[in-house]
């Protein structure tokens, strides 16, 4: 395979697998594997609107439109030293959606999810500071890490599913690598982080 065919996958697949669209994968694979799914059709689609506007729309308009202000190109703003407002962007818009779940009650293994991807943008934001670690790689870990969790709830067999979502991980944390966005010591840290805030803040919030 070509080098410029190489780059090109491992851009597509950063694309699709953006850490800002963890909590809505996650949420999605609830609806079929929790009592969610017996959950009117509307509360659910209303539910998945409500996360998504909070933890991609907005974080990702504010962040371009930041990006426009600074007139950074896309290489700029992925510097170490850009990414605290991005950081900061996408946490106070995660705080106003732990907000909005909490003042409509969902439940709490939900807003678990929400939470996980909250602290995980936090210990970032800390690491940030001296290094760079790979946010797209805590996307994964989250997702793993909320499949086990919630297999372990809800008493459902996820191996094959955790087996596709490690070489997916594998796959994406080789992308970012070859687009030399990070060392493959970011790219394991992202993942361990991830994975341990969706598997603490899920089985807490369910206790």
Partial sequence: MSEKRLMKIARVLSIVFSPFYTPVWIL???????????????????????????????PRLGINIFRMVMRWTHLQLSHREHRHMPYLLTICSYTVCLVVL???NVVMFVRGVVMAAFVSQVICVFI???????????????MVGALIAFSNLFYFNPMWYVCALILLSGALGTSRII???????QVIVGFIIGFVCSMVFILLAWM
């Avoid at 999605?28 to 729309?57: A, D, G, H, K």
């Fill in 102 to 104: 909490s003042r409509i």
């Fill in 179 to 185: 687009l030399r966005q990070h060392s493959l010591a």
């Fill in 28 to 58: 999605m694979v609830l609806f079929f594997y929790s009592y969610l799914q017996m959950l009117p059709i509307e509360y659910r689609l209303f539910l998945l609107f409500t996360v998504f506007i909070f933890t991609v729309f907005i």
């Fill in 128 to 142: 940030n500071t001296w290094w760079k670690v790979s946010t797209h790689m805590v996307g994964m870990g989250g």
